[in-house]
Nanobody, 124 residues
């Protein structure tokens, strides 16, 4: 089994920055690509960013491209999401996810493991 634990989110003003981290434990050798998703109140969960096993391939939703950066430290079994120039519409619960396939995916159902989620609130 794999456990994913996100760092605490927080409240930040529009234009500010926040970094989320997600630490994996358990059968981490089975984890390949990882991703971040988010879900705002009343909306479906949506793709944010994903990174391949060795970090050579990344993918971003158009809404965050140029503002968010996903990275990973395999020695620490941790993936990061650096969020800059935050907007009120970025307010959501952010989820870390992992899959046992090397390639990235934008589809939530492609990910077998999920964190508990962390709240990010951006005030205007």
């Amino acid at each position: 089994q794999v456990q994913l634990v996100e760092s605490a989110g927080g409240l930040v003003q529009a234009g500010g920055s926040l970094r989320l981290s997600c630490a994996a434990s358990g059968r981490t050798f089975s984890i390949y690509a990882m991703g971040w998703f988010r879900q705002a109140p009343g909306k479906e969960r949506e793709f944010v960013a994903a990174i391949s096993r060795w970090g050579g391939n990344t993918d971003y939703a158009d809404s965050v491209k140029g503002r968010f950066t996903i990275s990973r430290d395999n020695a620490k079994n941790t993936v990061y999401l650096q969020m800059n120039s935050l907007k009120p519409e970025d307010t959501a619960v952010y989820y870390c996810a992992a899959r046992s396939v090397v390639t990235v995916s934008r589809v939530a159902n492609d990910y077998a493991y999920w964190g508990q989620g962390t709240q990010v609130t951006v005030s205007s």
